[in-house]
Nanobody, 114 residues
Framework: QVQLVESGGGLVQAGGSLRLSCAAS???????MGWYRQAPGKQRELVAR???????NYAGSVKGRFTISRDVAKNTVYLQMNNLKPEDTAVYYC?????????WGQGTQVTVSS
């Protein structure tokens, strides 16, 4: 079992930045770690993911603006979000995936005002 706790969400103006953190209760070195988001009335979507080897991939809508990283020693994954847009408004969830195990955090709200 892995508990994930997100933090760092909040209200920011368009063009601003936020950094989300996801603290895991145990080592994440073998896990694929991801950030997902869900806006009201929409399905949850993948924002960014980092593999156990450190490879990353991003949704097209955030590429060049968001950066996912991890600190294995701290069991923490980050999502640096720059040049935020109103359409980035959503609840952001951290995910840890190591087949067949899959864990979710409780989410953190990000609101971007225009």
């Amino acid at each position: 079992q892995v508990q994930l706790v997100e933090s760092g969400g909040g209200l920011v103006q368009a063009g601003g930045s936020l950094r989300l953190s996801c603290a895991a209760s145990r080592s994440i070195s073998l896990y694929f770690m991801g950030w997902y988001r869900q806006a009201p009335g929409k399905q949850r979507e993948l924002v960014a993911r980092i593999t156990s080897a450190g490879n990353t991939n991003y949704a097209g809508s955030v590429k060049g603006r968001f950066t996912i990283s991890r600190d294995v020693a701290k069991n923490t994954v980050y999502l640096q979000m720059n040049n935020l847009k109103p359409e980035d408004t959503a609840v952001y969830y951290c995910n840890a995936d190591l087949n067949p195990h899959n864990y979710w955090g409780q989410g953190t709200q990000v609101t971007v005002s225009s």
